[in-house]
């Protein structure tokens, strides 16, 4: 069974910096897709950016982008400029290709912007 | 990406009734799915819920409990029975277009509390 791992459970970064949210996952299968949620406050889930594994080149949302490597099941978030309004909880979640295929979410990690 | 509206945004039930949350999507989608969000968890789908036929559960929910419709390619309901206070918790609403690679987006989530 797919698995998604967040060893992250809270992170924190100063308003204007970068910061890196880690996330690895556990798969046989070769088509699948990678995403990053957002969470804030308000409860709305909010996509920030997703991945095709069959891409290799990293994913890219203005001031967000990844780091995919697939070989080692990883895929991070880098959020360039941190503002604000970042502050939120962050999921990752893979889906198996398939339009019936369903999310498979990280534990999340919670991200504090220190203004 | 689709727009998606859930009613009620919240609501306070007491044990042993139902509460029935709705889910509007502002174009015709393939695949509507319906989570849940312990508090401080992540998500768990519950079902997919298929157009014109019985919704497809996932292991651990039951239809008695998480009975859910879907009529159109734009609507369906979950309803939450028999409440407990291991029920409260938000139920969100996903849906996405065709293809495999289809993105799923959320709707804003139903806060639900049992007394």
Known sequence: ??????????????????????????TS????????YKQPPSRQMILVIRQEAYKQQNATENRFSVNFQKAAK?????????????????????????????????????LAVQP | SAVISQKP?????QRG???????QVDSQVTM??????????SLTLIATANQGSEATYESGFVIDKFPISRPNLTFST??????????????LC??????????????????????
């Open chain 1, 1 to 26: 069974a797919q698995t998604v791992t967040q060893s992250q459970p809270e992170m924190s970064v100063q308003e204007a910096e970068t910061v890196t949210l880690s996330c690895t996952y556990d």
């Open chain 1, 29 to 36: 299968e070769s088509d699948y897709y990678l995403f990053w």
């Open chain 1, 74 to 110: 990883s895929f991070s978030l880098k959020i360039s400029d941190s503002q604000l309004g970042d502050a939120a909880m962050y999921f990752c979640a893979y889906k198996r290709y398939g339009a019936t295929n369903k999310l498979i979410f990280g534990t999340g990690t919670l």
């Open chain 2, 9 to 13: 945004s919240r609501d306070i039930c």
């Open chain 2, 17 to 23: 009734t139902s509460l029935t949350i709705q889910c």
């Open chain 2, 32 to 41: 509507m799915f319906w989570y849940r969000q312990q508090p401080g968890q």
């Open chain 2, 78 to 91: 979950l309803t939450v029975s028999n409440l407990s206070p291991e029920d409260s918790s938000i139920y």
């Open chain 2, 94 to 115: 996903s849906a996405s277009g065709t293809g495999g690679a289809d993105t799923q987006y959320f709707g804003p989530g139903t806060r639900l509390t049992v007394l």
